[in-house]
């Protein structure tokens, strides 16, 4: 029912900048906080941002500063802008999305999108 799709992943260089975008088609009204998540090879999968519908952002520690989480609820649309990027920070970053399914039960489900790679190189 909500279909997601990342963008602006590619190779930049340490100490440079990148700023992903993912956008929610289908059953759009019914996303509630929206967020991005990486995950290096080899590592577990990290939370990097959130951010609510009423625009209530949660940063990692470690990217506190030099991230920032945004949305545009009329497009639809998560933005995560990287600024200050370190060669540790390369991994597949992921849009997630809390949506509540159409039903009587109003269950919440996390929807994910298909990733996109961040290289930092040094």
């Known amino acids: 029912q909500v279909q997601l799709q990342e963008s602006g992943g590619g190779l930049v260089q340490a100490g440079g900048s990148l700023r992903l975008s993912c956008v929610a088609s289908g059953n759009i009204l019914n996303i509630n906080t929206m967020g991005w998540y990486r995950q290096a090879p080899g590592k577990q999968r990290e939370l990097v941002a959130t951010?609510?519908?009423?625009?209530?952002?949660n940063y990692a520690d470690s990217v506190k500063g030099r991230f920032t989480i945004s949305r545009d609820n009329a497009k639809s649309t998560v933005y995560l802008q990287m600024n200050s990027l370190k060669p540790e920070e390369t991994a597949v970053y992921y849009c997630?999305?809390?949506?509540?399914?159409?039903?009587?039960?109003?269950?919440?489900?996390?929807?994910w999108g298909q990733g996109t790679l961040v290289t930092v190189s040094s």
């Open positions: 951010i609510t519908r009423a625009g209530t952002a």
């Open positions: 997630k999305v809390d949506w509540v399914v159409p039903d009587i039960r109003f269950r919440t489900l996390e929807i």
